[in-house]
């Protein structure tokens, strides 16, 4: 149980039924009346924010996740397969609590599972990855000084923004967390 006075950002709680994990909070003394925790709380199955309060003396009970390490192996259908690689444990997860957290994932790279008591809720993709442009228009040469970009696909089918002179079957390094392009490799 963690009380309310010792809220800190990152932390993961369960309450009403949901786990939350905390991305702001203040404590307020105001002039008349009791101290209180203003707190912004993120659904973390949902991707919902939430505002609420809570006295300093609240008791909430802690959330523990478990990220794991597997490996992405394939997609048949709607299924998702990944494996433990130390234990050669397999699991199949649904399209709709992949989401997508797998658009800049090529087979056989390592992934992070998120779970709570045992219900795999998030996919947590490398912060990095390089990935070769199967589509895009050719680069027109001398037009690199205004900044501009242009939509190419990537070989996991996203579409990425990337400046002008990048070309077809270029190995890109694009940021997972935003979908940015950031160099070329």
């Excluded at 963690?2 to 800190?8: L, M, P």
């Excluded at 394939?74 to 997860?93: A, I, P």
């Amino acid at each position: 149980m963690v009380q309310a006075g010792d809220f800190k950002n990152g932390l993961t709680v369960e309450m009403e039924g949901n786990i939350y994990t905390i991305i702001e909070f203040q404590h307020v003394k105001p002039g008349k009346g009791s101290p209180f925790v203003r707190t912004k709380l993120k659904n973390i199955k949902s991707g919902g924010v939430v505002e609420k309060t809570f006295r300093p003396t609240e008791k909430l009970p802690q959330a523990h996740i478990e990220r794991a390490e597997y490996q992405y192996l394939y997609r048949d259908g709607d299924l998702y397969n990944f494996m433990e690689t130390t234990t050669f444990e397999q699991v199949t997860l649904g399209a709709d609590s992949v989401g997508d957290a797998l658009k800049f994932v090529k087979e056989n790279e390592m992934v992070k599972l998120c779970s709570h008591n045992g219900q795999v809720f998030a996919i947590e993709p490398p912060l990095f990855v390089e990935l070769a442009i199967t589509e895009t228009e050719p680069g027109v040469k001398g037009d690199t000084a205004t900044g501009a970009t242009k939509p190419a696909t990537v070989e996991t089918g996203a579409t990425v923004y990337v400046p002008l002179f990048v070309n077809q079957e270029d190995v890109i390094k694009i940021d997972t967390r935003t979908g940015e392009y950031l160099s070329r490799v």
